[in-house]
């Protein structure tokens, strides 16, 4: 069975991508949890946003390729 070896800068690119992933959807979750701040107002949903914000970002850092 052969065995396929991955060149350095395929997989410096495939982190490369994933950085700018987290990157984004980083950036448009606070965006959007910013946003819900200042049209609604602190309340539970507003912490309830944050965390969920905390976690999905956790959770992209956590999970690379």
């Not at 052969?2 to 395929?10: I, K």
């Not at 982190?15 to 979750?29: D, I, K, M, S, Y």
């Amino acid at each position: 069975m052969a065995r396929t070896v991955r060149h350095p800068r395929s997989s410096s690119r495939a982190v490369a991508r994933h950085n700018r992933q987290v990157a984004e959807v980083t950036g448009v979750l606070l965006l959007a949890v910013s946003l819900y701040t200042v049209t609604i107002g602190p309340n539970g949903w507003l912490w309830f946003g944050w965390a969920v914000l905390l976690l999905v970002c956790v959770a992209l850092f956590v999970v690379h390729p």
